[in-house]
């Protein structure tokens, strides 16, 4: 993917969501900080390592950031990193791709390319 792209990690139950309602409005977690929670390529691994851990049946979605707009704010988080943060409800046309969350030999999370 290229550096326009970010991504939102999901479980089975909000992929599901995501496939039945063709939007989505984010994860329990997002909906009480009032945005949905991305991350760039690079910030991917730690996040599913952090918040994910041990879960099974996990997605990446790739998004194209051009298509969320102003609704999307590069924020300062974890260690000071600017993550992407979308404040809006996800339409499922903004989503480029959905893989499940697989692992490189070293251990980073596998990010499709096309």
């Known amino acids: 993917m290229t550096k326009e ?10 992929y599901d969501v995501l496939m039945r309602e063709k939007k989505f409005s984010g994860s329990a977690l997002d909906i009480v900080d009032g945005f949905i929670h991305m991350s ?3 910030q991917v691994t730690a996040t599913v390592d952090l918040y994910f851990k041990g879960q099974s049946g ?10 969320l707009g102003a609704a999307l704010r590069w924020e300062p988080s974890r260690a ?23 692992r490189n030999p070293d251990g980073t999370v596998k990010i499709m390319d096309g």
Request: glycine residues 6%; charged residues 15%; proline residues 9%.
């Open 40 to 42: 760039t390529a690079a």
């Open 80 to 102: 000071g990193q600017l993550f992407p943060h979308f404040y809006g409800t996800l339409p499922s046309d903004a989503i480029i791709r959905v893989d499940p969350v697989t």
């Open 58 to 67: 996990l997605m990446l979605a790739a998004i194209d950031q051009k298509g």
């Open 5 to 14: 792209t970010v991504y939102k990690i999901l479980t089975a139950p909000e």
